[in-house]
């Protein structure tokens, strides 16, 4: 059977005769390295206990110090450390690191201590295994869990639009921009009958996995016609966000229990836009000559109130005009401030608020601007924005292309941003105004 081995690592050139006698005594063989040597080297693997002799003043070898116990965190061995003198030294050890601190004077206490240690070995490798097995797995839980946050992100793209159609003079673009795996936000552009197309955008509350559930949910429940006896009825945007609300209210969600929405039907014969909104940030009105205005439709996010009521708001498009439908992850993105982007709620209950949702009270138009004016408000930071500008001055496309830009670039530093979903519908500036 062979014998144990110790190595032993020696900050100063004296090996304390008491220590030889020791590793005679416990029947142990021993290889002795300097201290420097054995920090840029490896010599403990194959070692079942170390021991480690340093001077009695410490400061001077405090740093080769530190790097060998980091060493022996990565490979754990039982592991003395004496004094060449009397004392037992002070030393500050990573507690993952098992170590005994004793005088180097005694021979028959350095012989029992040495015993303990390496009898512990066997010990300590069956420990270790265990360890490492449990690390493994825990590897394979972090694998498993990553693979499933990529299914679920695939299912849940597979509940977006495969592509965003051109309607007559219509035509819609989009930026779907998750902050992980799997968003909070979803969005829809949907063809109820040859002259109507249902717009949706919605927000769950909350992050991550119960979030991104409750959007394929919503999805589903934003139903935006009626089919009875072989005929249907276009339900109004009031209609199919009360039915949400519902739905949501029935289902007793413990996780992201409400969500922040706007839907819109638009007859594409007519450009008459109807739509209501609940919770969402303001929808973003461009017209064609490049004034942009918020419109304010009230109604509080939807699940929480059984007797909300959503306002119908309607809007007669002309052509070149555009309507930009959001998340408030854009509040964020192209208005930060010293709270990271947000505005603190001073709505009514069930109202939610954000940096889009304020105007200009006697705002000044800036660069072809004209802000919007909102009763007992002030011009919000969204609104004096030089993404605001650039929507007004150059348009919706040009306006999303600085979106993405600036939001890879924030992303490449680290900058903490919210789930990102603009949608833009626009007509076509050729067409013909209806009669």
């Known amino acids: ?103 180097g004077n005694d021979e028959r206490e350095l012989a029992i201590r040495l015993t303990t240690l390496l009898d512990m070995r066997s010990s300590f490798d069956v420990l270790q295994r265990g360890l ?77 996995i119960p979030a991104a559930l409750l959007t394929v949910y919503i999805k589903r429940a934003l139903r935006g016609k009626e089919i009875k006896n072989g005929n249907y009825r276009i339900l109004t945007p009031a209609e199919v966000l009360a039915a949400l609300n519902d739905d949501i209210l029935d289902a007793q969600l413990s996780e992201c229990p409400f969500v922040a929405a706007v839907y819109a039907v638009l007859d594409i014969r007519t450009l008459e836009l109807s739509l209501a909104r609940g919770g969402a940030p303001y929808p973003l009105y461009r017209e064609a000559d490049g004034h942009v205005r918020l419109i304010q439709s009230p109604g509080g996010v939807v699940g929480v109130d059984a007797a909300a009521c959503f306002e119908v708001v309607t809007l007669q498009m002309q052509p070149g005009d555009s309507i930009l439908f959001y998340s408030d992850g854009l509040e964020r993105l192209v208005a930060p401030g010293p709270t990271g982007g947000h505005v603190p709620q001073s709505r009514g209950a069930g109202e939610h608020v954000g940096a889009a949702h304020f105007a200009g009270e006697d705002a000044e138009d800036s660069g072809g601007v004209t802000l919007a004016t909102l009763p007992e408000q002030s011009d919000g930071p969204l609104t004096r924005s030089a993404w605001y500008k650039t929507l007004a001055t150059v348009g919706p496309a040009a306006a999303l292309e600085q979106l993405s830009c600036r939001q890879r670039a924030l992303r490449r530093i680290g900058y903490p941003l919210d789930d990102l979903t603009v949608l833009a519908v626009q007509v076509a500036s050729e067409y013909p105004p209806p009669s």
């Not at 020791?22 to 840029?40: C, D, K, M, N, Y």
């Not at 400061?59 to 039982?78: I, Q, T, Y």
């Not at 679920?152 to 902050?179: D, H, M, N, W």
């Not at 063809?191 to 991550?208: F, K, Q, T, Y």
């Open 132 to 208: 490492s097995a449990n690390r493994r797995q825990r590897e394979g839980v972090v694998q498993r869990y990553m693979s499933q946050l990529r299914l679920a992100s695939q299912v849940q793209r597979e509940f977006l639009p495969e592509g965003l159609p051109r309607f007559g003079p219509v035509s819609f673009q989009v930026i779907y921009r998750p902050i992980d795996y799997v968003s909070g936000d979803i969005y829809d552009v949907r063809r109820l009958d040859e002259d109507h197309v249902g717009i949706a955008l919605a927000d769950a509350s909350g992050h991550g």
């Open 1 to 103: 059977m062979a014998r144990p081995h110790i190595q032993v690592i020696l900050a100063g050139e004296a090996v304390p005769e008491s220590l030889r006698a020791a590793i005679q005594q416990a029947g142990a063989t021993a290889s002795f390295w300097p201290l420097a040597e054995a920090v840029r080297g490896n010599p403990i693997t194959n070692a079942d206990a170390v021991v480690i002799v340093v001077p009695p003043e410490t400061a001077s070898v405090a740093g080769e110090l530190r790097a060998l116990l980091d060493r022996l965190v990565e490979h754990p061995r039982p592991t003395l450390v004496i004094s060449t003198d009397a004392q037992t030294p002070t030393l500050e050890c990573p507690p993952a690191v098992p170590v005994v601190l004793a005088s």
